[in-house]
């Protein structure tokens, strides 16, 4: 009678903790909704190759988590907070969809965010740029992962007024992103001694960028920094190699270049372009492993975006593993208590706003003289430590951090 | 130094001069708008793809067949053209004759088509293209520095251009093809494949913008969307400059071009724009353009 009292007993204890366990991952499932830009201009740095490392990450992780089976969904926010907005209502109202990867464009980033927080849901932020999604428009239901512009400012800019780069004219993409960046890169310039001698917003986008170049030329600053992105960025370098820029001794620095842009512009264009990056494929040995595997799957280098879509993809699964829950709250909190160590982040920690912090790198494209095949492109020159690197809290705007 | 509204004069010259090899771009690209408009009455929504196809051609021609760059100037646009050929008699023929509109919607599709193929087959971060080795560097002109590709471009291109306003105005291939697309019954009594006609015409229309990719692959991006920036831009030349009117597209544009480098050094933020308030002012005041037939 006593065995068939303690084997019931268990049995039923059994049934009810497989059922607490079973409450706490939402209908049985683990969704993960991938939205980033697939056709336009950032099709290349996230896009596409993202949705791989997404799905290697899933794929490394057994497809499962605690016996629940992970699912990918995906969509084109074509850069349109609009699209984007509907898309990810749709996601976590009707589709069950737990969290949102990839995120591009900041102001995709920032209108999905506050859906997200709305219906208390996940969003892990791995390609915007915008520093403001940590700071004023912080919530408590995402995390940004990779890098943002105040790094970029703070890593190049610093660096090149130290190296004696004192007079700067900056060519900025006249929209939010370009004027963060120059307010960014300003301040840093003369924090350093340096002076910011001239400025000029350009039409985003904008082809032809020669009138610019030979305004840039004429103003004769030590230093001509470019504050805008992709292709704007890429057609900038090349007209300043045509026209001779730094040949006749200017320094030309851009502040956001992802590797697809290097690759682009090759490292003849290219070479000798200081940039700060969050993680490089080539620099060290679990990048290189984790990079050649992605090669394998798509036949290109990995971007800093697409390590950290896989990396942040692991520690979110890792995080519902320990807790047993796939509740946002729950998963935020353990994805903050957990130090990140892995192929993307040596000692990289989420702050109580949402970012992640981790060492960020100084690079300079390689000459081709240097460069042995078509992705050996950088050489990193400086680590910069993740505290130096981004917005000390206690300059944060963020109401999580200043209504503590 | 001498200054004009606050900006030095050397200055000044040096985005003339830019104004007008990037007018010379303009002027090449409605050259064929025009053409198309103007002998078949077909609005080539296309041809921002087509111009960016003749420059995606030059570089993969180069990247797998080792095919030089002067070659290229050939070789790309006669490809793109045969492309050209094969939309208007496969496509465009189906639909001759019916409002305009038609010819602006499919050849729209058209142009999406070419382009979401290329940005999947070559992602967008743009194909990388070296420039000849002649024509690296460039002369200090003591105003500004001259890239000795950039005074290429103006050359040829203005050359083109002439050469086309030259044959259909003034040779009897010319005075064919106006004929045969003002009456084209008239002119298939004569004898004349007026259908032959038709397609070779939108053919060349889409030679010139393939030539104007292949001219512009050495200094630009070359992404699979770099047409469809220059296309709007293209249009309003040849609407300022008179739908149809060959001479008005290549005046317009290389006016365009000029108008737009002064916005850049006096008020960049406005250069995108300035463009179409010209047109919107010239329509105003000449609703059938600055070179256009009064309606």
């Given at each position: 009678?006593?065995?068939?009292?303690?084997?019931?007993?268990?049995?039923?204890?059994?049934?009810?903790?497989?059922?607490?366990?079973?409450?706490?991952?939402?209908?049985?499932?683990?969704?993960?909704?991938?939205?980033?830009?697939?056709?336009?201009?950032?099709?290349?740095?996230?896009?596409?190759?993202?949705?791989?490392?997404?799905?290697?990450?899933?794929?490394?992780?057994?497809?499962?988590?605690?016996?629940?089976?992970?699912?990918?969904?995906?969509?084109?926010?074509?850069?349109?907070?609009?699209?984007?907005?509907?898309?990810?209502?749709?996601?976590?109202?009707?589709?069950?969809?737990?969290?949102?990867?990839?995120?591009?464009?900041?102001?995709?980033?920032?209108?999905?965010?506050?859906?997200?927080?709305?219906?208390?849901?996940?969003?892990?932020?791995?390609g915007s740029a915008a520093s403001s999604?940590?700071?004023?428009?912080?919530?408590?239901?995402?995390?940004?992962?990779?890098?943002?512009?105040?790094?970029?400012?703070?890593?190049?800019?610093?660096?090149?007024?130290?190296?004696?780069?004192?007079?700067?004219?900056?060519?900025?993409?006249?929209?939010?992103?370009?004027?963060?960046?120059?307010?960014?890169?300003?301040?840093?310039?003369?924090?350093?001694?340096?002076?910011?001698?001239?400025?000029?917003?350009?039409?985003?986008?904008?082809?032809?960028?020669?009138?610019?170049?030979?305004?840039?030329?004429?103003?004769?600053?030590?230093?001509?920094?470019?504050?805008?992105?992709?292709?704007?960025?890429?057609?900038?370098?090349?007209?300043?190699?045509?026209?001779?820029?730094?040949?006749?001794?200017?320094?030309?620095?851009?502040?956001?270049?992802?590797?697809?842009?290097?690759?682009?512009?090759?490292?003849?264009?290219?070479?000798?372009?200081?940039?700060?990056?969050?993680?490089?494929?080539?620099?060290?040995?679990?990048?290189?492993?984790?990079?050649?595997?992605?090669?394998?799957?798509?036949?290109?280098?990995?971007?800093?975006?697409?390590?950290?879509?896989?990396?942040?993809?692991?520690?979110?699964?890792?995080?519902?593993?320990?807790?047993?829950?796939?509740?946002?709250?729950?998963?935020?909190?353990?994805?903050?208590?957990?130090?990140?160590?892995?192929?993307?982040?040596?000692?990289?920690?989420?702050?109580?706003?949402?970012?992640?912090?981790?060492?960020?790198?100084?690079?300079?494209?390689?000459?081709?003289?240097?460069?042995?095949?078509?992705?050996?492109?950088?050489?990193?020159?400086?680590?910069?430590?993740?505290?130096?690197?981004?917005?000390?809290?206690?300059?944060?705007?963020?109401?999580?951090?200043?209504?503590? | 130094?001498?200054?004009?509204?606050?900006?030095?004069?050397?200055?000044?010259?040096?985005?003339?001069?830019?104004?007008?090899?990037?007018?010379?771009?303009?002027?090449?690209?409605?050259?064929?708008?025009?053409?198309?408009?103007?002998?078949?009455?077909?609005?080539?929504?296309?041809?921002?793809?087509?111009?960016?196809?003749?420059?995606?051609?030059?570089?993969?021609?180069?990247?797998?067949?080792?095919?030089?760059?002067?070659?290229?100037?050939?070789?790309?646009?006669?490809?793109v053209g045969c492309v050209g050929v094969a939309i208007e008699y496969?496509?465009?023929?189906?639909?001759?004759?019916?409002?305009?509109?038609?010819?602006?919607?499919?050849?729209?599709?058209?142009?999406?088509?070419?382009?979401?193929?290329?940005?999947?087959?070559?992602?967008?971060?743009?194909?990388?293209?070296?420039?000849?080795?002649?024509?690296?560097?460039?002369?200090?002109?003591?105003?500004?520095?001259?890239?000795?590709?950039?005074?290429?471009?103006?050359?040829?291109?203005?050359?083109?251009?002439?050469?086309?306003?030259?044959?259909?105005?003034?040779?009897?291939?010319?005075?064919?093809?106006?004929?045969?697309?003002?009456?084209?019954?008239?002119?298939?009594?004569?004898?004349?494949?007026?259908?032959?006609?038709?397609?070779?015409?939108?053919?060349?229309?889409?030679?010139?913008?393939?030539?104007?990719?292949?001219?512009?692959?050495?200094?630009?991006?070359?992404?699979?969307?770099?047409?469809?920036?220059?296309?709007?831009?293209?249009?309003?030349?040849?609407?300022?400059?008179?739908?149809?009117?060959?001479?008005?597209?290549?005046?317009?544009?290389?006016?365009?071009?000029?108008?737009?480098?002064?916005?850049?050094?006096?008020?960049?933020?406005?250069?995108?724009?300035?463009?179409?308030?010209?047109?919107?002012?010239?329509?105003?005041?000449?609703?059938?353009?600055?070179?256009?037939?009064?309606?």
């Amino acid at each position: 009678m006593t065995m068939i009292k303690k084997l019931l007993t268990t049995a039923i204890a059994t049934t009810l903790m497989a059922g607490a366990a079973q409450a706490q991952i939402s209908d049985d499932m683990v969704k993960i909704g991938y939205l980033a830009d697939m056709s336009g201009t950032y099709r290349d740095l996230a896009g596409p190759n993202g949705l791989i490392a997404l799905e290697m990450a899933v794929a490394d992780f057994g497809g499962q988590v605690n016996g629940k089976k992970i699912e990918i969904v995906s969509a084109d926010d074509r850069n349109s907070p609009d699209v984007a907005s509907s898309t990810a209502r749709r996601w976590v109202e009707n589709d069950n969809v737990d969290m949102v990867a990839g995120l591009v464009a900041s102001s995709v980033s920032i209108a999905v965010s506050d859906i997200l927080e709305e219906n208390g849901k996940l969003g892990i932020v791995s390609g915007s740029a915008a520093s403001s999604i940590t700071n004023e428009h912080c919530t408590p239901n995402h995390i940004h992962y990779v890098y943002d512009t105040y790094p970029l400012a703070n890593g190049t800019a610093s660096a090149i007024v130290k190296e004696g780069g004192k007079t700067w004219f900056i060519l900025t993409a006249d929209y939010a992103f370009g004027h963060a960046l120059e307010a960014d890169v300003t301040k840093v310039v003369e924090a350093n001694g340096g002076e910011v001698i001239g400025t000029i917003r350009h039409p985003f986008p904008t082809p032809d960028f020669s009138s610019f170049i030979l305004q840039a030329q004429g103003s004769g600053a030590d230093v001509v920094a470019l504050a805008n992105a992709g292709g704007d960025t890429t057609n900038a370098i090349t007209t300043a190699g045509e026209f001779g820029l730094t040949q006749s001794g200017q320094t030309l620095a851009a502040l956001l270049l992802f590797l697809t842009d290097v690759h682009a512009l090759g490292a003849e264009a290219a070479q000798g372009i200081q940039l700060t990056t969050g993680w490089y494929w080539d620099m060290n040995a679990d990048a290189r492993a984790w990079a050649d595997r992605f090669m394998e799957e798509t036949g290109v280098r990995p971007t800093m975006v697409h390590a950290g879509i896989y990396s942040s993809t692991m520690q979110y699964l890792n995080a519902i593993k320990a807790t047993g829950s796939d509740e946002a709250q729950a998963v935020r909190k353990q994805m903050m208590d957990t130090p990140i160590n892995d192929m993307f982040a040596t000692n990289g920690r989420i702050r109580e706003d949402g970012r992640m912090v981790h060492d960020m790198y100084l690079a300079q494209v390689k000459t081709p003289a240097e460069s042995t095949n078509e992705w050996d492109l950088y050489n990193i020159v400086r680590t910069i430590p993740a505290e130096e690197a981004f917005r000390p809290l206690s300059e944060s705007q963020c109401p999580l951090v200043t209504s503590k | 130094m001498s200054m004009i509204l606050g900006v030095p004069v050397a200055v000044l010259f040096g985005q003339l001069l830019l104004g007008l090899i990037n007018g010379a771009f303009y002027a090449l690209l409605s050259l064929g708008l025009a053409v198309i408009f103007g002998l078949l009455k077909i609005i080539n929504f296309a041809h921002g793809a087509l111009y960016m196809l003749g420059a995606m051609a030059t570089v993969i021609l180069f990247d797998t067949l080792g095919i030089s760059y002067w070659a290229a100037l050939f070789v790309a646009p006669i490809l793109v053209g045969c492309v050209g050929v094969a939309i208007e008699y496969f496509l465009l023929r189906k639909i001759a004759g019916q409002d305009h509109i038609y010819s602006l919607l499919l050849t729209f599709g058209v142009a999406l088509i070419i382009q979401g193929v290329l940005t999947n087959m070559y992602g967008v971060s743009g194909l990388r293209y070296s420039m000849p080795d002649v024509f690296k560097g460039g002369m200090n002109l003591g105003f500004m520095f001259l890239p000795y590709y950039r005074a290429w471009v103006i050359v040829i291109a203005l050359l083109v251009c002439f050469g086309t306003w030259f044959m259909i105005e003034k040779t009897k291939l010319g005075a064919y093809l106006r004929a045969g697309t003002e009456d084209s019954q008239l002119m298939q009594g004569f004898g004349i494949n007026v259908p032959l006609l038709v397609s070779l015409t939108y053919g060349f229309g889409v030679m010139l913008a393939a030539f104007a990719g292949a001219l512009a692959a050495p200094i630009y991006s070359v992404t699979p969307d770099m047409g469809s920036h220059i296309l709007i831009v293209v249009f309003a030349v040849v609407v300022i400059g008179g739908m149809g009117s060959i001479a008005g597209a290549i005046i317009t544009g290389v006016l365009m071009g000029v108008v737009e480098g002064l916005t850049k050094t006096f008020y960049p933020p406005a250069s995108s724009a300035v463009i179409f308030l010209v047109m919107v002012v010239v329509l105003f005041v000449r609703p059938s353009g600055l070179f256009g037939k009064e309606a």
